[in-house]
């Protein structure tokens, strides 16, 4: 696995005048009968052996350079014991090739690759996860200014039954001739474990001086049982920009660090986005008689337990409050389903329930893999006269990695909307459904939807709402925006992001108020989720 970058640099600090990088296929071997490296692809063919050795730096990397009639050639091996924590079976190398252009400047060609021993087909785990210790190196290569080495570690989560993978960590960039290091810019990739071993998805980095590199990544397990892993990198910023780079490493330990995925067992916590309603009741009716005092925040949290408990993190600004904990012994089996697993606690403080849709292959409505949604209700006394019922939608899952999309392109989401509400003349409970259709461009960063939903009574009377649209800007993997009955006439708003390494899910919540005449009183209110596929 190996890229090659190509550039024009002039002096006096070798300024990048133009870069481009490409995939190419190398062929490295070693003859040891005459301690000999041997390295080709592209068109050039180099051999490096005792003459050409300029010994270990202080990395422990082997160095090897030629001198050619008008520039240089140069092969580094990277020292495996400094890669993760330790290779054997997996390493890294980087070829140079350095030709005058002109009095002022030269071309530079460099090719930097991972080389080993990848893991046979049947030897790739197909149960359970591991965490890998890697370190990243790489090139970053902006117009008009210096050529940067990319050097960092950070951590490989892979989750072998589902065939998912998270990275993220840190680097400096540097550039010894022009004396030039900066530190601790954030990079991350997410994608997929195909049954070779191979793996494949996109990456992303937040360089200095406002750029941002993203590439693909194409890599593999390496050494028995995937015991290590190794990858190239290819990108750039988007314009002129290139970046190219390997990362590799050694399995830390059993497990992962990243929520991959909603499914499975375990403790595991992911951030909510939430839509409310909250109401004063009387004792004894069903519906609201005035406004609520506390609301929850738009992002919350829900955590899974080692037992299979949940609790939902709801952010109520109210000190009263207490997260309540739902278990196994609290599951209501005569409202559960194949759709819902439905729960309920009562206390000293009030009522307390919780539904949770079940992703998977076993629900009939809609397999989620990456995402899933709940709805979550607490009913407490208010002094002696009243109490209140807060009913809170949420969406949660394993959210895409910012900077993983497409910068170009397309996407269109087909959606379900589940949610309640009440209407406020004769403070009538309702429930709503619908589906909501969901573009977005990658490149424009924008997103459009329409939002077409229906509201019914407890006796199922059918209450037409009006098409409501939104739009606005999708930012990283996510969007935040009105939705409108009409343009310029806000009743609402929307929330949504894409779970999945590649966006293959969408989900969030909403609110919004009807009025029986445009600019009139308002007549009732609802929250809810979205939820649905990349089509």
Known sequence: MSTRTTQQLVLPDDTVTTTSADSTALTFSFDAENNVYTISGGGNTSTFGE???????????????????????????????????????????????????????????????????????????????????IDLFGVASPIGTFPRSVVG???????????????????????????????????????????????????????????????????????????????????????????????????????????????????????????????????????SSGGAYYFPASHGQIKFGLDSSVTLVPGITDDRYEDVTFTQEDLVAARSDERFAVYEVNNAN???????????????????????????QETRAIGEAERLTLSTWFSY????????????????YSAAILGSGERYADAERLTLSGTSSIDIDFSAMRVEGTFDAVARTRSNEIIDLPELTFGGAFAGNAFNTYLESAPGHAPGSIQGSLYGPGGEEIGGSFDFLTRVVEGGEVDASYSGVFYGKRD
């Open 51 to 133: 003459a050409q050795s300029l010994g270990y730096d202080s990395a422990g990397d082997a160095l090897f350079s030629r001198e050619t009639d008008d520039g240089f050639d140069r092969l580094t091996l990277f020292n495996p014991a400094r890669m993760g924590g330790g290779t054997e079976h997996v390493t890294a190398g980087l070829w140079q090739r350095r030709t005058p252009n002109g009095s002022t400047g030269s071309n530079f060609e460099f090719d930097v690759f991972v080389y080993g021993f990848p893991t046979e087909a049947s030897g790739v785990p197909l149960t359970g996860g591991a965490t890998y210790d």
């Open 153 to 287: 570690d950070g951590t490989f989560s892979l989750d072998f039954a589902q065939g998912l993978f998270a990275m993220a960590g840190q680097a400096g960039e540097y550039n010894n001739e022009v004396d030039y290091s900066t530190c601790c810019a954030s990079w991350r990739g997410a994608g997929y474990l195909a049954s070779d071993g191979g793996l494949s998805g996109n990456f992303s980095y937040d360089g200095r001086d406002r750029f941002t590199y993203r590439a693909t990544i194409v890599g593999s397990l390496f050494g028995p049982s995937g015991s290590e892993v190794g990858g190239s990198l290819i990108g750039g910023d988007g314009e002129d920009a290139t970046f190219t780079g390997i990362f590799a490493g050694t399995r830390e330990r059993s497990g992962i660090d990243a929520s991959l995925h909603v499914l499975g067992e375990g403790p595991r916590s992911f951030y909510t986005l939430q839509g409310w309603t909250a109401a004063f009741q009387a004792p004894g009716e069903d519906s």
């Open 350 to 376: 009030g009522n307390y329930q919780l539904e949770l849709f079940k992703p998977g292959s076993g629900n009939p409505e809609i397999e989620l893999t990456y995402s899933s949604f709940g709805h979550w």
């Open 397 to 412: 899952g394993a959210r895409t990695a910012v900077g993983t999309l497409p910068t170009t392109g397309s996407a269109h």
